[in-house]
């Protein structure tokens, strides 16, 4: 566990020429936050999970991964300390989410905020977004690097998830809202078993996501 700190930690003090976007983050959640509080949690996971990419970034263009394959660990655990780094930063995500949340709610377009059984259907909706995201790109930039990994693993796939949005949100015009709405209704009535489906979904990508990000990163050679 104290390698794969010791990579986190890397990784962590390789990427500080850019933490400071990060003090922007507030202010970029809160624009759609300013349409409904709900928005905030699943962008702020959105947000800080797109910022991990820069460890893949700083590792190619500094040329870290040849530094980081002298260290006297597997590569797995080189995988494990990228993949601690995105769920802390998962974490804050969902943190900063609710933390604004109340901020948001003074001046939000929509007034409905969520009690604590949809707060936690939030963070497990936000937990499947993050687990989703990770499943699409980070095989990819263990695979092929930053320069090829972020078209294949974070530009294209966040190209079809808005083709996606965008197809859900005309099918829901096209049925008068019915689509939505009835989704909505039986997720408040099993709230809780809803979560749980959620999160147990969001769990079995993510460890399909770290076992492939390890079988690409074993077999790939600098």
């Not at 794969?4 to 976007?21: F, G, T």
């Not at 202010?27 to 509080?37: D, M």
């Not at 015009?173 to 078993?193: K, N, P, Q, W």
Request: positive net charge; proline residues 4%.
């Amino acid at each position: 566990m104290l390698k794969v700190w010791k990579v986190l930690k890397l990784d962590w003090s390789a990427m500080k020429c850019y933490r400071i976007r990060l003090l922007l983050l507030p202010v970029l959640l809160l624009i759609p936050g300013g349409l409904s509080t709900i928005y905030l949690v699943p962008m702020g996971v959105f947000f800080l999970f797109s910022f991990s990419i820069n460890a893949f970034l700083v590792e190619e263009k500094g040329g870290l991964n040849r530094l980081y394959l002298t260290l006297p660990m597997k590569r797995s655990r080189m995988v494990a300390g990228r993949y601690l780094l995105s769920f802390l930063l998962f974490l804050a995500g969902i943190i900063i989410g609710f933390a604004l949340m109340p901020l948001a709610n003074l001046f939000a377009l929509s007034r409905w905020y969520p009690d604590w059984k949809w707060a936690l259907a939030l963070a497990c909706t936000g937990f499947l977004i993050y687990a989703l995201m990770n499943l699409a790109m980070y095989p990819a930039l263990f695979r092929l690097g930053y320069e090829k990994g972020k078209v294949w693993g974070y530009y294209i796939p966040s190209f079809v998830i808005a083709l996606a949005y965008m197809g859900i949100a005309e099918y829901d015009v096209v049925t008068g809202g019915a689509f939505i709405r009835d989704m909505l209704i039986y997720a408040s009535e099993h709230i809780l078993s809803v979560s749980a489906e959620i999160f147990g979904l969001g769990a079995v990508i993510l460890a399909a996501s770290w076992g492939l990000s390890v079988r690409l990163y074993t077999r790939r050679e600098f």
